[in-house]
């Protein structure tokens, strides 16, 4: 059973930098994609980006500016990091495991706050 | 970009009654399409894939359809645990796009 969990600060001031982190359990984090996506309260769900076991990233051009999305698979973290926030980045963070696009796996998400 | 456009934004259904969900992209998809079910306080859950493919669990009540440009999920006879807000979601191209989620809710 995969089970995703993100972690971080829950308030983050404007200017600075967001970092949260998502531990994998229960499966393998080799072999697929892992994303981010995020939810501001009340409103829809927005692709921050992912990062293949590889390496490699791809980000939403919206965001590609301010976000770094990297891998420890030794253990089995990802982790995203959002420069220069605003109260307009205040959302619940999901993680979740990326196949071929379709996220089958989220993690219960964490509330940044961003004031 | 591809936009995801969902109607309607709400839809009141009485238990037990069918309710049909449509989901539009602002250009083909081919069947890369997915359907999320997400309740109060909870992370969205996987519903279903390839525009029809039900994903583990998911009970045979759901049901997708369509192609190219235009998608329905339909739940045929909705139970209690059903009323809750649904995406669709495009992976055909980056960046992944979701539509702004359709309300079931208690008629």
């Known amino acids: 059973q995969v089970q995703l969990q993100e972690s971080g600060p829950g308030l983050v001031k404007p200017s600075e930098t967001l970092s949260l982190t998502c531990t994998v359990s229960g499966g393998s984090i080799t072999d697929y994609y892992w994303s981010w996506i995020r939810q501001p309260p009340g409103k829809g769900l927005e692709w921050i980006g992912y990062?293949?076991?590889?390496?490699?990233?791809k980000y939403n051009p919206s965001l590609k500016s301010r976000v770094t999305i990297s891998l420890d698979t030794s253990k089995k973290q990802l982790s995203l990091k959002l420069t220069s926030v605003t109260a307009a980045d205040t959302a619940v963070y999901y993680c979740?495991?990326?196949?071929?696009?379709?996220?089958?796996?989220w993690g219960q998400g964490t509330l940044v706050t961003v004031s | 970009e591809i936009v995801m456009t969902q109607s309607p934004a709400t839809l009141s259904v009485s238990p037990g009654e069918r309710a049909t969900l449509s989901c539009r992209a602002s250009q083909s998809v081919n069947s890369n399409l997915a359907w999320y079910q997400q309740k109060p306080g909870q992370a969205p859950t996987l519903l279903m894939y390839g525009v029809a493919t039900r994903a583990t669990g998911i009970p045979a009540r759901f049901s997708g359809s369509g192609s190219g440009t235009e998608s329905t999920l339909t739940i045929s006879s909705l139970q209690s645990e059903d009323f809750a807000v649904y995406y669709c979601q495009q992976y055909d191209s980056w960046p992944l796009t979701f539509g702004g989620g359709t309300q079931v809710e208690i008629k």
């Open positions: 990062i293949y076991y590889s390496g490699s990233t």
């Open positions: 979740a495991r990326d196949e071929a696009g379709q996220l089958h796996y």
